[in-house]
C-alpha cells in the first residue's frame, strides 16, 4: 500500500510543482525547461519501453498501429483543416485513454508479486517516471481542457493506478493479450502526435479550454 501512496504522490507533485514555479520568480523559465524534460521522458517512455517489447514479443504490428496513431490526426488536420481544432481533441482524448490504460499497468507494476520478481526495481521506476508524467499530463490537459475537466483526468488516472495495484493477480495476463498491446500502441502513437503538437511553453495553458 506504501508503494500505491508513493505513485499517486508522485503523479499529483506533477501539476503543483508546475503550478508553483509558474507563481514563482524566474520561475516561467525552470518551468519551460522542466515541461520540456517532461515532454521528452513521455518520449522515451514510448522509444525505450513500448517498441522494444513489440519487437521482442514479435508484434510486428504494433509499430504500423503506433504510426498510424501518430500521423493520422497530423494527415487529418491538414485534409479538414477547418476542423483541425476538433480532430486534436479527439487525438488528445484517445491519449488520455492510453495514459489510464498505462496508469492502470503501472498499478499492476507496484504490487508483490512484480516488486519480488524484478528485485524491487519495477516499483521504483514506476514511481520516479510518474512525477514526469504528471508535469506532461497537467500541461497537455490544462492546455485545452478546463481545470474541472483536467482535474477528473487526473482523478481518472489515480483510481486506474489503484485498481490495476488492486487487481493485480487477475490483470497481469493483459500486457501479452493481442486487444491490449494494439490499443497500447495506437494510443502511444497519438500520445506522441499530442506531445509533438505542443510549443513547449512554461505556462499553464488557457488556450482552449481554460475557463
Not at 525505450?48 to 521482442?56: A, M
Not at 498501429?65 to 481544432?85: C, D, R, S
Not at 489515480?158 to 495506437?186: K, N, V, Y
Request: proline residues 3%; hydrophobic residues 60%; without cysteine.
Amino acid at each position: 500500500m506504501l508503494l500505491l501512496l508513493l505513485a499517486w504522490l508522485a503523479l499529483l507533485a506533477g501539476p503543483l510543482l508546475s503550478l508553483w514555479l509558474s507563481r514563482a520568480r524566474h520561475g516561467r523559465h525552470l518551468l519551460q525547461g522542466i515541461n520540456l524534460a517532461a515532454f521528452l521522458a513521455v518520449v522515451l517512455l514510448v522509444l525505450w519501453h513500448l517498441l522494444p517489447d513489440f519487437w521482442q514479443q514479435g508484434f510486428y504490428a504494433g509499430f504500423a498501429l503506433l504510426a498510424v496513431g501518430l500521423f493520422l490526426p497530423w494527415l487529418t488536420e491538414k485534409a479538414l483543416h477547418q476542423l483541425a481544432h476538433s480532430t486534436h481533441l479527439l487525438t488528445l482524448v484517445l491519449a488520455v485513454a492510453g495514459l489510464v490504460l498505462h496508469s492502470f499497468m503501472d498499478g499492476v507494476g507496484l504490487s508483490g508479486q512484480m516488486s519480488a520478481s524484478s528485485h524491487g526495481l519495477l516499483p521504483l521506476a514506476v514511481i520516479l517516471h510518474r512525477l514526469p508524467v504528471g508535469i506532461a499530463v497537467w500541461a497537455l490537459v490544462r492546455s485545452a481542457f478546463s481545470l474541472p475537466l483536467t482535474l477528473l483526468v487526473f482523478a481518472g488516472l489515480l483510481l486506474a493506478t489503484g485498481i490495476g495495484f488492486g487487481f493485480s493477480e487477475q490483470a497481469a495476463w493483459m500486457e501479452h493479450a493481442l486487444a491490449f498491446r494494439a490499443f497500447q500502441a495506437l494510443a502511444a502513437g497519438t500520445l506522441l502526435h499530442v506531445v509533438f503538437h505542443q510549443p513547449f511553453h512554461g505556462h499553464e495553458g488557457h488556450s482552449h479550454g481554460g475557463h
